[in-house]
């Protein structure tokens, strides 16, 4: 059955890094482009970064622009994020998705929590 699990987060001090992986399984992850969103406890769910089918376009939310990097690697079906300089604003819990026309896919989430 298709499979999102998302890996990686925890408990980071402010201006810290955290690398986020969502391994893919179940479905053809290179068919499909792959995002993480993120919900902060009470707020909706926002999109964070997607990543097209095969790596060649990213988009990023202004929020993180310049401090997080979304990356694939199709061999592995993982999808990754590079998360630096982190804010406390940034915590939230963070979930891997995947979508193409027909369908869309999503993980349980990974806590990331920014705290000194």
């Known amino acids: 059955q298709v499979q999102l699990v998302e890996s990686g987060g925890g408990l980071v001090q402010p201006g810290g890094s955290l690398r986020l992986s969502c391994a893919a399984s179940g479905f053809t992850f290179s068919n499909y482009v792959m995002s993480w969103y993120r919900q902060a406890p009470g707020k909706e769910r926002e999109l964070v970064a997607d990543i097209t089918r095969a790596g060649g376009y990213t988009n990023y939310a202004d929020s993180v622009k310049g401090r997080f990097t979304i990356s694939r690697d199709n061999a592995k079906s993982t999808v990754y994020l590079q998360m630096n300089s982190l804010k406390p604003e940034d915590t939230a819990v963070y979930y891997c998705?995947?979508?193409?026309?027909?369908?869309?896919?999503w993980g349980q989430g990974t806590q990331v929590t920014v705290s000194s």
């Open positions: 998705n995947a979508k193409n026309r027909g369908s869309a896919y």
